[in-house]
């Protein structure tokens, strides 16, 4: 089963995350805005793993002093797709 997300980040420098998954499996992923190396490092990174492998790994992690980070909103919009 195909899904596809665009979700509107909060608390980070990117606006947007747009993610496509088949069969539980990240199929893209991309940021709008942001620091441009990490946000496509990060996409590149998740591209082929499995959805629940991306959100046990970047859930949690912080910028700096914010509450979350790019990697973060990601998991957030992972769970997301996953609970929709």
Same mark, same amino acid.
């Given at each position: =089963?195909?899904?596809? *997300?665009?979700?509107?980040?909060?608390?980070?420098? &990117?606006? =947007? *995350? /747009?993610?496509?998954?088949?069969? +539980?499996?990240?199929?893209?992923? &991309?940021?709008?805005? +942001?620091?441009?190396?990490?946000?496509?490092?990060? @996409?590149?990174?998740?591209? +082929? =793993?499995?959805?629940?492998?991306? /959100?046990?790994? *970047?859930? +949690? *992690?912080? !910028?700096?002093?914010? @509450?979350? &980070? !790019?990697?973060?909103?990601?998991?957030? @919009?992972?769970?997301?797709?996953?609970?929709?």
């Amino acid at each position: =089963m195909k899904n596809h *997300i665009e979700y509107k980040t909060k608390g980070v420098c &990117s606006r =947007m *995350i /747009i993610v496509d998954t088949e069969d +539980g499996v990240i199929t893209n992923c &991309s940021f709008v805005g +942001g620091c441009a190396g990490n946000t496509q490092g990060v @996409a590149a990174l998740v591209v +082929g =793993m499995k959805v629940e492998e991306a /959100i046990k790994k *970047i859930k +949690g *992690i912080k !910028c700096g002093l914010k @509450a979350t &980070s !790019c990697p973060d909103q990601l998991a957030e @919009a992972l769970e997301e797709l996953v609970n929709a």
